[in-house]
């Protein structure tokens, strides 16, 4: 099932499209039709390339794919850095590549340059090898490299080893010196797709600019109001640039959310609109269901932390006995969500101590998550172990990055408070406009009941702070917070009183 | 050999429960009791599987024995009338919550283990999935499905019991976090169980109203959280005293005739026998919850739907009906809340427990008093009052004003008329 705006973009007949698609429009479903659409008919020697965000994804993009019969040779599915490295192996020795060269992770490179650099404490280490990573994103292209890249080339080659820039900038590089490799992939690649196109970067910009011809076309999706990776790189600009990039491109809106309840459909576009600089018309509440907006601060993060496991408790409607007999739940409070409905989000890894150790006393399971790679980079190291994915339900513990792509029906958003969001922290450089789409990214995940829960008094990296509420919070309407339950019992007392039963 | 079991309690790695359950305790306490096979409950814990593997060693195939140095530090406090070689079996509760068929379901499931080995295997995987060092009974968003999959992955003679099926909150069955049928609950799985736990709310005349529960042999246990409450439920076993000859008993109780049957609490007594808002102190009979439409007189929301009504709802047999595979159970009340109940003071009161112990000392332990030993010796080491409100409970000539919502029920055995009449021809007796 499409709606007309979905229909419309699945069946554009022009070479270039750009479809603006904010949180819960049905991104995928109309990408994977539009796919599926180009892609039947092709001959053998022709197929689509689709570049994800994730590899899960493309996982995902070519199971739904194969269920519309839409088969693998007609289609190559992955992210940038799979599809260059598969470019890569194809044509190593034109590439100047051994037969075996190896991709490494970040892990693997960073003990290696800290030899180089001894002289380097760890943060400044870290500093640096962003510092290239980007450049060897932004600037590598049409610029001469200085001392520090060329030093941290040698390692590498050194080593024999690439890493995940150098596996794009390396295909540039053969695409520009053979242009008869270039051409045989633009001869193959009759449609170009690219998804979070808010999220490229300058290489990988160019990267699809040689691929795109006369004779094939593109379509992008994403929404410049979630682009949260400048800071790799990634400009929201080429939104802008798309119909420069591609002359005579389309554009089209998807705004019909059938993710989040009206309420908190409300609340994120009241945030986002000072910022929508692309004018991305407003969202259209497609779901018809209560939904709750909870806006609540606390004394301390570790209150914040007590805080959110006690709601996630009653949520859950109790998890235990004592829970239920203690009265520490309403017995007859409806109840129907588990772990795996639940998602607590935060702007910096550090905040999960508190919640963790919050989460921990109470025996809830929860699984942290990596800071957000936009990439399952592993993969493309055969030395990094493979993820079992437990079948168990879990509670996530996400950095609102992290969080991107998903849904949960209940989010909790902790740190609303100036200083985290929008961060400002020496050192830390952020983009104020770009900390505004983080938060609704954040915002935007809940599909029934999200908490923006803050603390007046908290220590990041060891400094301890007085804090504001965040400034977002005051974008949204009163009439659609509702402050606070009564607050949670001491649980101290409770227990005790239990004890006396026992 | 006859034995009583009572393998689902925890250990005081599990949130609210008492300090001291201890393995030295337990083996006191099963004394006490006249419970022999006593689970040690909470296995996955790693910190009490470590004292398990120090504290125990190993008895009959399966079983294990408390170590001597151990048992020696409570032996001052047991009287030789109930000395009893007490053994431990390897066992922990999961509470399952997670979504199925579109609902959050709470499953809590009992788990055993013939050995240390097989009970690690059990402790690793679940620990490579969830939380299972906060709580002695771990909290896992994991399918009961899929627990009982790694639990008979773990030993051929690893098995699943669900737990307490009836309770509203956290069982197969529950009202409110339950399933309809078993099968819901265990998918193709589901012919790995053969045993189901009543629970304190309900008894086996009850269970035994369902076809669907016919393929299961019934079980009791009492699911303490304190040493005191250890037998409150448990079951009766006629067999070879070793791990592999009493999952023969649950397997093939069909043929197996090792499993004789359960002492039980009165299902009246249990916490969610009858529905209701224990925050309303709305205690509601099922036919009257009916007349309610469902909901509360006092807050207008539904009630907490007890195990009466539930059963009633499931159920496909009138009352009376006997199950294919039944076994005898007998109905008891604890014995320290009887002497409470003669002494008018509570069952905690120091007064009660002096009277218990020194029933103990001269009698034995709680299960022979409650359930075999004369009524003239009981009277002897007791009195006249006490004598008499055994021979009511074992007649099952009590009142019980029901539990509902979390709230336990409240017995009476006596009118204060009745109590002064007893006491009066006592003591014609003595003079």
């Given at each position: 099932m499409l709606n007309p705006s979905q229909q419309q973009a699945v069946d554009f007949d022009g070479r270039h499209l750009l479809i603006i698609a904010g949180p819960g429009t049905g991104k995928t479903h109309t990408l994977t039709h539009r796919i599926a659409r180009l892609a039947s008919g092709l001959s053998g020697d022709k197929a689509v390339l689709a570049i994800t965000f994730t590899n899960k994804a493309a996982g995902e993009l070519q199971e739904r794919l194969a269920s519309l019969n839409v088969s693998g040779e007609n289609l190559t599915a992955g992210t940038f850095h799979r599809f260059c490295l598969q470019v890569l192996r194809d044509h190593c020795a034109r590439a100047g590549l051994s037969k075996d060269f190896r991709v490494a992770a970040p892990e693997e490179i960073r003990p290696l340059l800290a030899a180089r650099w001894p002289e380097l404490t760890q943060s400044k280490l870290n500093a640096r090898l962003s510092e290239i990573s980007r450049w060897k994103a932004c600037e590598a292209i049409g610029e001469e490299p200085g001392t520090d890249v060329r030093e941290y080339d040698a390692v590498l080659s050194g080593a024999g080893l690439l890493d995940y820039d150098d596996l794009l900038w390396r295909v540039w590089r053969l695409w520009q010196e053979q242009p008869e490799v270039l051409a045989g992939y633009q001869r193959r690649y009759a449609h170009i797709f690219v998804d979070e196109y808010q999220d490229i970067n300058p290489l990988q910009h160019a990267l699809l600019v040689a691929l795109v011809t006369d004779a094939n076309g593109i379509t992008a999706i994403g929404d410049p109001n979630q682009g949260i990776y400048s800071f790799r790189g990634a400009d929201v600009a080429y939104f802008e640039r798309f119909a420069e990039d591609f002359p005579g491109a389309g554009c089209l809106n998807l705004a019909e959310n059938y993710r989040s309840s009206a309420e908190l459909l409300s609340a994120s576009t009241q945030v986002i609109e000072k910022f929508n600089r692309f004018g991305v018309p407003p969202l259209t509440a497609r779901i018809y269901q209560e939904g709750r907006l909870l806006i609540h601060t606390l004394p301390t993060a570790a209150a914040e932390a007590e805080y959110v496991a006690h709601q996630i408790e009653k949520l859950i409607g109790g998890a235990s006995m004592f829970s239920q007999d203690s009265g520490r739940v309403a017995s007859h409070e409806d109840q129907q969500v588990s772990f795996g409905d639940i998602a607590v989000l935060f702007r910096l890894n550090s905040q999960q101590h508190a919640l963790r150790k919050a989460l921990d006393r109470m025996g809830f399971p929860c699984h942290a998550a990596q800071?957000?790679?936009?990439?399952?980079?592993?993969?493309?190291?055969?030395a990094a172990p493979a993820n079992i994915a437990p079948a168990a339900e879990k509670i996530s513990l996400l950095t609102l990055h992290a969080s991107k792509g998903l849904e949960f029906p209940v989010v909790f958003m902790v740190g609303c408070e100036e200083r985290l969001l929008p961060l400002r922290l020496e050192g830390l450089p952020a983009d104020p406009q770009e900390e505004r789409r983080l938060f609704y990214v954040g915002m935007t995940r809940a599909k029934r009941q999200l908490y923006l829960l803050g603390a007046r008094k908290r220590s990041i990296f060891g400094q301890s702070y007085r804090c504001e509420p965040s400034r977002y919070l005051n974008d949204i309407a009163d009439h659609l917070k509702s402050l606070e339950d009564p607050p949670p019992p001491k649980r101290r007392k409770a227990e005790q009183q239990i004890n006396l039963f026992g | 050999m006859k034995f009583y079991a009572d393998v689902h309690l925890h250990s005081y790695y599990s949130r609210a429960t008492s300090k001291n359950l201890n393995l030295e305790y337990l083996n006191l306490w099963g004394q006490f009791k006249g419970i022999q096979v006593i689970g040690t409950g909470d296995f996955t814990h790693p910190a009490w599987f470590t004292e398990l593997e120090t504290k125990l060693e190993p008895a009959e195939p399966g079983l294990f024995r408390l170590k001597k140095e151990f048992r020696d530090a409570?032996?001052?406090?047991?009287?030789p009338a109930c000395a009893m070689d007490i053994r431990f079996m390897l066992t922990v509760e999961i509470s399952n919550i997670y979504k199925r068929l579109d609902k959050v379901r709470k499953v809590h499931n009992c788990v055993f283990a013939p050995s240390f080995e097989a009970a690690a295997r059990i402790r690793d995987r679940l620990g490579a999935i969830g939380n299972i060092r906060s709580d002695g009974r771990p909290i896992l968003g994991l399918d009961s499905r899929d627990l009982l999959e790694i639990v008979l992955e773990s030993d051929p003679l690893s098995y699943l019991i669900p737990a307490h099926i009836w309770t509203p909150w956290f069982s197969a069955l529950g009202s409110k976090g339950g399933f309809d049928r078993m099968e819901d609950c265990f998918g193709d799985l589901t012919p790995h169980v053969f045993a189901c736990e009543t629970g304190l709310s309900s008894d086996p005349p009850m269970n035994w109203r369902l076809s669907q529960l016919d393929p299961y042999v019934l079980v009791s246990n009492g699911d303490a959280h304190s040493p005191s409450k250890l037998g409150r439920e448990a079951t009766v076993y006629d067999t070879e005293l070793s791990y592999p000859a009493i999952y023969r008993a649950l397997k093939d109780h069909t043929t197996d005739p090792g499993l004789k049957g359960t002492v039980e609490f009165f299902p009246d007594e249990g916490k969610y026998h009858y529905d209701g808002h224990r925050n309303c102190r709305t205690r509601l009979h099922p036919r009257e919850t009916t007349a309610h439409n469902g909901l509360c007189p006092v807050c207008g929301k539904p009630v907490t739907v007890g195990v009466l009504a539930r059963v009633e709802e499931l159920a496909d047999h009138p009352e009376g009906r006997k199950s294919p595979n039944w076994r005898p159970y007998h109905s008891l009340v604890p014995l320290a809340e009887i002497i409470a109940e003669t002494q008018g003071v509570g069952p905690n009161s120091k007064r009660v427990q002096n009277i218990y112990r020194k029933l103990l000392a001269e009698v034995g332990n709680e299960l022979f008093i409650l359930l075999d030993c004369p009524l003239e010796r009981v009277q002897k080491a007791g009195g006249a009052l006490l004598a008499e409100a055994i021979r009511r409970m074992r007649a099952g000539d009590i009142h019980i004003a029901s539990g509902y919502d979390g709230e336990f029920g409240t017995i009476k055995i006596f009118s204060p008329e009745e109590k002064q009449s007893i006491l009066a021809a006592e003591q014609l007796t003595l003079f």
């Amino acid at each position: 099932m499409l709606n007309p705006s979905q229909q419309q973009a699945v069946d554009f007949d022009g070479r270039h499209l750009l479809i603006i698609a904010g949180p819960g429009t049905g991104k995928t479903h109309t990408l994977t039709h539009r796919i599926a659409r180009l892609a039947s008919g092709l001959s053998g020697d022709k197929a689509v390339l689709a570049i994800t965000f994730t590899n899960k994804a493309a996982g995902e993009l070519q199971e739904r794919l194969a269920s519309l019969n839409v088969s693998g040779e007609n289609l190559t599915a992955g992210t940038f850095h799979r599809f260059c490295l598969q470019v890569l192996r194809d044509h190593c020795a034109r590439a100047g590549l051994s037969k075996d060269f190896r991709v490494a992770a970040p892990e693997e490179i960073r003990p290696l340059l800290a030899a180089r650099w001894p002289e380097l404490t760890q943060s400044k280490l870290n500093a640096r090898l962003s510092e290239i990573s980007r450049w060897k994103a932004c600037e590598a292209i049409g610029e001469e490299p200085g001392t520090d890249v060329r030093e941290y080339d040698a390692v590498l080659s050194g080593a024999g080893l690439l890493d995940y820039d150098d596996l794009l900038w390396r295909v540039w590089r053969l695409w520009q010196e053979q242009p008869e490799v270039l051409a045989g992939y633009q001869r193959r690649y009759a449609h170009i797709f690219v998804d979070e196109y808010q999220d490229i970067n300058p290489l990988q910009h160019a990267l699809l600019v040689a691929l795109v011809t006369d004779a094939n076309g593109i379509t992008a999706i994403g929404d410049p109001n979630q682009g949260i990776y400048s800071f790799r790189g990634a400009d929201v600009a080429y939104f802008e640039r798309f119909a420069e990039d591609f002359p005579g491109a389309g554009c089209l809106n998807l705004a019909e959310n059938y993710r989040s309840s009206a309420e908190l459909l409300s609340a994120s576009t009241q945030v986002i609109e000072k910022f929508n600089r692309f004018g991305v018309p407003p969202l259209t509440a497609r779901i018809y269901q209560e939904g709750r907006l909870l806006i609540h601060t606390l004394p301390t993060a570790a209150a914040e932390a007590e805080y959110v496991a006690h709601q996630i408790e009653k949520l859950i409607g109790g998890a235990s006995m004592f829970s239920q007999d203690s009265g520490r739940v309403a017995s007859h409070e409806d109840q129907q969500v588990s772990f795996g409905d639940i998602a607590v989000l935060f702007r910096l890894n550090s905040q999960q101590h508190a919640l963790r150790k919050a989460l921990d006393r109470m025996g809830f399971p929860c699984h942290a998550a990596q800071p957000a790679t936009g990439d399952e980079e592993d993969e493309l190291c055969p030395a990094a172990p493979a993820n079992i994915a437990p079948a168990a339900e879990k509670i996530s513990l996400l950095t609102l990055h992290a969080s991107k792509g998903l849904e949960f029906p209940v989010v909790f958003m902790v740190g609303c408070e100036e200083r985290l969001l929008p961060l400002r922290l020496e050192g830390l450089p952020a983009d104020p406009q770009e900390e505004r789409r983080l938060f609704y990214v954040g915002m935007t995940r809940a599909k029934r009941q999200l908490y923006l829960l803050g603390a007046r008094k908290r220590s990041i990296f060891g400094q301890s702070y007085r804090c504001e509420p965040s400034r977002y919070l005051n974008d949204i309407a009163d009439h659609l917070k509702s402050l606070e339950d009564p607050p949670p019992p001491k649980r101290r007392k409770a227990e005790q009183q239990i004890n006396l039963f026992g | 050999m006859k034995f009583y079991a009572d393998v689902h309690l925890h250990s005081y790695y599990s949130r609210a429960t008492s300090k001291n359950l201890n393995l030295e305790y337990l083996n006191l306490w099963g004394q006490f009791k006249g419970i022999q096979v006593i689970g040690t409950g909470d296995f996955t814990h790693p910190a009490w599987f470590t004292e398990l593997e120090t504290k125990l060693e190993p008895a009959e195939p399966g079983l294990f024995r408390l170590k001597k140095e151990f048992r020696d530090a409570t032996c001052d406090e047991l009287p030789p009338a109930c000395a009893m070689d007490i053994r431990f079996m390897l066992t922990v509760e999961i509470s399952n919550i997670y979504k199925r068929l579109d609902k959050v379901r709470k499953v809590h499931n009992c788990v055993f283990a013939p050995s240390f080995e097989a009970a690690a295997r059990i402790r690793d995987r679940l620990g490579a999935i969830g939380n299972i060092r906060s709580d002695g009974r771990p909290i896992l968003g994991l399918d009961s499905r899929d627990l009982l999959e790694i639990v008979l992955e773990s030993d051929p003679l690893s098995y699943l019991i669900p737990a307490h099926i009836w309770t509203p909150w956290f069982s197969a069955l529950g009202s409110k976090g339950g399933f309809d049928r078993m099968e819901d609950c265990f998918g193709d799985l589901t012919p790995h169980v053969f045993a189901c736990e009543t629970g304190l709310s309900s008894d086996p005349p009850m269970n035994w109203r369902l076809s669907q529960l016919d393929p299961y042999v019934l079980v009791s246990n009492g699911d303490a959280h304190s040493p005191s409450k250890l037998g409150r439920e448990a079951t009766v076993y006629d067999t070879e005293l070793s791990y592999p000859a009493i999952y023969r008993a649950l397997k093939d109780h069909t043929t197996d005739p090792g499993l004789k049957g359960t002492v039980e609490f009165f299902p009246d007594e249990g916490k969610y026998h009858y529905d209701g808002h224990r925050n309303c102190r709305t205690r509601l009979h099922p036919r009257e919850t009916t007349a309610h439409n469902g909901l509360c007189p006092v807050c207008g929301k539904p009630v907490t739907v007890g195990v009466l009504a539930r059963v009633e709802e499931l159920a496909d047999h009138p009352e009376g009906r006997k199950s294919p595979n039944w076994r005898p159970y007998h109905s008891l009340v604890p014995l320290a809340e009887i002497i409470a109940e003669t002494q008018g003071v509570g069952p905690n009161s120091k007064r009660v427990q002096n009277i218990y112990r020194k029933l103990l000392a001269e009698v034995g332990n709680e299960l022979f008093i409650l359930l075999d030993c004369p009524l003239e010796r009981v009277q002897k080491a007791g009195g006249a009052l006490l004598a008499e409100a055994i021979r009511r409970m074992r007649a099952g000539d009590i009142h019980i004003a029901s539990g509902y919502d979390g709230e336990f029920g409240t017995i009476k055995i006596f009118s204060p008329e009745e109590k002064q009449s007893i006491l009066a021809a006592e003591q014609l007796t003595l003079f």
